[in-house]
């Protein structure tokens, strides 16, 4: 059996966190499976789907590497909705329904308040049928025998049909909900495992039955527990955040990736610079029932850790100012996004803001200045300077490397000194001392 799993997102909004990871889980166990992972777009509500939105959602996945085999979009296979709800009516599995939603309210009220379960009740056959009046459909469930699956998260999943309410699959207007269309479509894209949030469990336990009406075996299911913000207050953002803030925000799309392809499972998190590796791991048993909480300070971490490891050929086209290989290697340490790089460039290539030097480290970087005038750049100069000015004032430690960054850096930390320097070059370095000495 190849594998085949899909990503349905629907046009409405731009792609959040959470949608990324299901597009991700998706993505991760075909590879690791051999297998494809499609993209179809979920764009039966023509009122709330916007073309706009379907653009991004293409660019986002294109951003993270997310790559579908193919792609259908629902707006374009209404022909066969039509075609496979006229199949089910005709077999005596979707029927007619006249109530108005005040009146099914009011049914739920009553039936709450007698303490039933609030299921929608079927009009027994020969009920007078309102006249003039377009109906809205349901499908009829089998309240034969319990639904059940082993769902590849939850474990045995067990549903009484009779305490279903028969869905709506089809309103008035003769536009569609989302169920039915969807299993029609699993079913033409021989979809073998349908990956996606447990706020779909409800829905799968009535697909099931839909697969079946339809003739067709239904795929595997896995329910992954949602996710959530790690602080509260981030909980609104993380709906609301699209990952196309995090790119601009400077984010490596592997960071965020690496993220989301471990949290919530048993497994460590770690930076990995391929979906290959990530596909390696992937597996769902080892993902965990409760909640996974995500934390923005996290992909942050994994951002840096990421970049740490990073050749040049792996970021040189989003570089900025043209940076090369030896100034990449010797400022990937220290960036934690890659916009960092630019700055840190204008310490090897550009002007730095001078800081104030103390006296007492004066006649220090006087004499930093002569020394390196007279040293061979291109063999360790760093090392050759430090070891002198260490000889001839007895200063060491912080006391002899931290004014010398200084003055080099005008900064306190940043990346290892000896590439730095060679980078700067001699001239500059002269000069930088000097100023400070005087
Ligand atoms: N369009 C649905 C959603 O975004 C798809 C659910 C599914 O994967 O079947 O929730």
Partial sequence: MTVVTRFAPSPTGRLHVGNIRTALHNALFALKHGGRFLLRIDDTDLERSREEHVDAIHADLRWLGLHAHDFVRQSQRFATYEREFERLRDAGRVYACYETPEELDLRRKVLLGRGLPPVYERKPAGAPLPQGVAPHWRFKLDHGRSIEWDDL?????????????????????GSWLYLLPSVIDDIDLGITHVVRGEDHVSNSAVQLQMFEALGAVAPHFAHEALLVAAEGKLSKRLGSTGVDALRDAGIEAMALLSLLARLGTSQPVEAKRTLGELAEGFDFSTFGRAPAHFDLAEVEQLNAKLLHQLDYAEVADRLPNDIGEAEWLALRGNVAHLGEAAEWLRVIRGDIEVTEVVPDDKPLLAEAASAAAELDWDND??????????????????????????????????????????????????????????
């Fill in 153 to 173: 998260v939850r474990g045995h999943q067990k549903f009484d049909p009779a305490l279903i309410s028969d869905p709506v699959i089809r309103r008035a207007d």
């Fill in 381 to 438: 100069p760093w090392h050759a300077l430090t070891a002198k000015l260490k000889d001839s004032t007895g200063r060491k430690g912080k006391a002899l490397f931290l004014p010398l960054r200084r003055a080099l850096t005008g900064r306190d930390a940043g990346p290892e000194m000896g590439p730095l320097v060679r980078l700067m070059g001699k001239d500059r370095a002269v000069s930088r001392f000097e100023k400070a000495g005087r």
